[in-house]
């Protein structure tokens, strides 16, 4: 059938009307909208921030095809007889793995297993707020919670080990559910804290390097695989392209956590750490001044907007082709290479992170389980909450969300999204996506694997890492870039004072 | 013979009709109750306690929040701001407010149409305003940075990004939004004005700017009061604009009290220091209402 643009829209309208009547059913609707060229986002699934952000995309294609995995859906019907009826509740923030379960993927676990999911999406701050509010109460409002990595040392005493809840009970433990999957540099960075496994991990923002190949191959340009190969791209850019084109980009709004996670990338590239082992703010030293020089004349080759931008305008400047290349979260990549608003559609690639300047840090010269790396990592773990008075429900649900099966339609539905499972890399499915200018590509995937398995770098894990990675830091490094610091080294000597003093109490 | 009752039971109706205040006054009092007279109270007791995560509870520290506010030299600059802040977009509204009244003060035709217009922007959620506004004065995207570039009035440093311009940048779309505002008050009050002392000032050969000066200032200076009492409040305990545009950046640059207390209490958890804050707020507000209500001679 073939299609005009007032056929479309009459088409389109009546089999609307159809579906909202209840005359037809929401996977044919979905195939009858797929015909137009129409998907997810016709049922208000695609759940973009306004800059696109890291909350994702819904990939259209896939959307057509969601057939959950029978045998998965047959033994849930089965181990979820007993709380059929019961209501679970989940807060996370609005991240592509959120949205794409929330948006699309949900009734399907609530038609086979009769559990009713509630998910509100929120910001990240306020997730924190009702977790807290939730734990100090003790009331078990939220069955499940969103754990960022940064959280975990927060939260670890009020959720169950989901390795003791699977042995615990087998006929809970969902068959071929192989924890051993998850991949191992990510069970250690987003959901070990102190021995306890406090989630299972649930989503992966990380640094990787994208460029615009036509700009470099133009000038000539190599993908670079040291920081000075790096800064020499971005001066190289800027100087040929500038002020169409700058050199690179960031995200560096005073006060905001995306700047904090910018300073990290450049700190540990260049072999510092936020903390020694004795716990003291260590941003200072000679390795901190190496990372701070290095950043400040990467920023001669930025727009002048960074200092106003988080990672919304970071994206937003790739998108509108004013930068060339971007150490930055991978998740933007989709969403740059996608055909709709994209001005570099096809145009980018993507590349590990280059190797650090300097020796990374181990963590036993870091303090709080920081791990140095290039490729900073914002992941998150979902756990059950030892509050919850549907923990087997929620149990249920928390598997079904981190299985292999719904990790695949996740990074397809979520545009891309890194999956946390080794497997889901290599699944047909997720390869048949990896081509350049397509909605949801996946075809920089294979450069997260290799940057969560080899450059992975993450944050501290202390109950005042939210107050300092949210404002002391990112307040004072916003400061310094206001001009309000006479040197690098003053601005780091404050935040050094500041952070040491927050630490003691 | 029938027996002749005691007393006689008023009719089914009169059981509702009463000479006393409470029934009528109780609906309110409840809403006060649970969403102002409550709260307050519960405020003034967490500000004697704060919350500690590790043991997931309340604890009592009795004077230890106030003492901390006092010596928090990030409390004394965002208070500082907030009043700069207040201060300065008042007196542009108050000013711009009094001029765009004068010239709409008129019967005649589409002049209506005008005030109708006034109401636009009131419609428009603050957050929504300081996006508009955050792109207008994006560094590379921005309209305003553009022209202002053009004609030399601003270097290359991004508006909010520069401590020095960032707070007026965060003003304007205040200033915007909020001087229609004004308008609206000070177009109620002129045209509610008696048209005789305006005419005999004119018989006798005043100029315009005697006849405001002398007639049309004193005789609205307490609607010119209670719009400055109201906005000045309002400005008081912004947060909308400086949280979306800057973050209260850069640096503190931006701060205010309330994003300061909101900050404390919901991203750092320390409730009882954010209650601290937002207490000394409202004394802060009571105070300087106080001593503008004397000084203006307002009556309620």
């Known amino acids: 059938m073939k299609f005009n643009h007032n056929n479309r829209k009459r088409y389109l309208a009546s089999v609307t009307d159809r579906y909202v009547k209840g005359q037809m059913d929401r996977r044919t609707f979905l195939r009858s909208a797929g015909k137009l060229g129409l998907g997810a986002g016709v049922l208000g699934l695609s759940a973009t921030m306004p800059f696109g952000g890291r909350g994702g995309f819904i990939n259209s294609a896939q959307a057509l095809e969601i057939q959950p995995d029978a045998d998965m859906m047959a033994w849930l019907k ?43 999406v929120l910001p990240l701050e306020q997730v924190l707020q009702k977790l807290t509010l939730d734990v100090a ?70 640094f990787i390097t994208m460029y615009r190949k036509d700009i470099y191959d133009e000038l000539g340009l190599k993908v670079p695989t040291t920081m000075e190969e ?18 690179t980009t960031g995200q560096m709004k005073s006060g905001h956590y995306s700047l904090e996670c910018d300073w990290t990338c450049w700190l540990w590239a260049h072999g510092g750490s936020i903390f020694g082992p004795d716990g003291k703010f260590t941003g200072n030293d000679d390795a901190g001044m190496a990372a701070m020089e290095y950043w400040i004349k990467l920023k001669e080759n930025m727009p002048e907007g960074v200092t106003t931008w988080t990672w919304d305008g970071q994206g937003q400047s790739v998108l509108q082709g004013i930068a060339g290349q971007a150490l930055s979260w991978g998740e933007f990549f989709p969403w740059w290479d996608g055909p709709d608003d994209s001005k570099v559609s096809g145009l980018m690639e993507a590349a590990v992170p280059p190797a650090p300047a300097a020796p990374l840090r181990t963590t036993d010269q870091t303090g709080y389980g920081e791990i140095p790396g290039v490729g900073h990592q914002g992941g998150s773990s979902l756990a059950v909450s030892k509050y919850s008075k549907h923990q087997d429900a929620a149990w249920l649900f928390a598997q079904w969300a981190t299985s292999f099966d719904t990790q695949v339609y996740i990074t397809a539905l979520g545009g891309g999204t890194g999956p946390t499972r080794e497997s889901v890399y290599d699944d047909p499915r997720i390869k048949a996506n990896a081509k350049p200018g397509i909605p949801g590509t996946t075809r920089h995937l294979d450069v997260v694997r290799e940057t969560i398995a080899s450059h992975m770098g993450s944050e501290p894990d202390l109950p005042e890492w939210a107050e300092l990675s949210n404002d002391t830091i990112p307040v004072e490094l916003g400061r310094f870039w206001a001009g309000e610091y006479d040197s690098p080294k003053a601005a780091m000597d404050s935040i050094a004072k500041k952070v040491d003093g927050i630490l003691k109490g | 013979m029938t027996d002749v009752p005691t007393s006689v039971k008023p009719p089914l109706q009169r059981r509702f009709i009463s000479d006393s205040a409470f029934p009528w006054l109780f609906p309110l009092l409840a809403l006060l109750l649970v969403f102002a007279v409550y709260p307050f109270f519960y405020n003034i007791y967490l500000s004697v306690h704060e919350f500690v995560p590790r043991r997931r509870a309340l604890e009592f520290v009795g004077s230890a929040n106030w003492v901390k506010l006092f010596s928090d030299s990030r409390m004394w600059g965002a208070l500082a701001v907030t009043l700069i802040y207040t201060g300065v977009c008042l007196l542009i509204q108050l000013v711009l407010g009094m001029l765009i009244a004068l010239l709409l003060d008129s019967d005649d035709p589409g002049f209506g149409f005008l005030r109708g217009l006034l109401t636009l922007t009131l419609v428009i959620p603050p957050a929504v305003t300081a996006m508009i506004f955050l792109l207008l004065e994006d560094a590379n995207f921005g309209v305003m940075t553009y022209y202002l570039q053009a ?35 000070f177009l109620a009050g002129l045209r509610a004005l008696p048209p005789e002392p305006f005419e005999s000032a004119v018989i006798d050969g005043a100029s315009n700017w005697q006849v405001f000066r002398r007639l049309t200032l004193p005789m609205m200076s307490k609607v010119i009061a209670i719009a400055v009492l109201i ?20 640096g503190t640059a931006t701060y205010t009290l309330s994003l300061y207390a909101w900050q404390q209490t919901f991203s750092f958890i320390k409730w009882g220091y954010g209650a601290t804050l937002s207490l000394f707020s409202l004394i802060v507000i009571l105070v300087i209402a106080h001593i503008y209500v004397g000084l203006t001679k307002l009556k309620w």
């Open chain 1, 78 to 120: 089965d181990a979820a007889k007993p709380f059929a009826g019961q209501t679970i509740k989940l807060a996370t923030e609005s991240t592509p793995p959120s949205n794409a379960i929330n948006s699309a993927l949900k009734p399907f676990f609530e038609e086979a297993t009769g559990i009713k999911v509630e998910i509100e």
């Open chain 1, 137 to 206: 109460s003790g009331l078990g409002t939220y069955d499940l919670y969103y754990i960022d990595q940064s959280w975990m040392a927060s939260f670890s005493g009020d959720v169950i080990d989901p390795r003791e809840k699977y042995e615990a009970n087998s006929d809970l433990a969902m068959p071929n559910y192989n924890m051993d999957d998850f991949l191992p540099a990510l069970v250690d960075g987003i959901s070990m804290y102190d021995g306890i496994m406090v989630g299972v991990p649930y989503d992966i923002p990380i």
């Open chain 1, 230 to 247: 790096y800064m020499a791209n971005a001066v190289a850019i800027q100087e040929a392209k500038a002020p169409e084109i700058y050199g």
């Open chain 2, 151 to 185: 004609l030399g009035l601003l270097g290359s440093n991004p508006i909010l990004a520069n401590p020095s311009t960032a707070l007026m940048g965060v003003m304007i779309a205040d200033i915007w939004q909020w001087t229609p505002f004004m308008v609206l008050i």
């Open chain 2, 231 to 250: 906005r000045g409040i309002d400005l008081f305990r912004t947060f909308d604009y400086v949280y979306v545009m800057t973050s209260g950046g850069p």
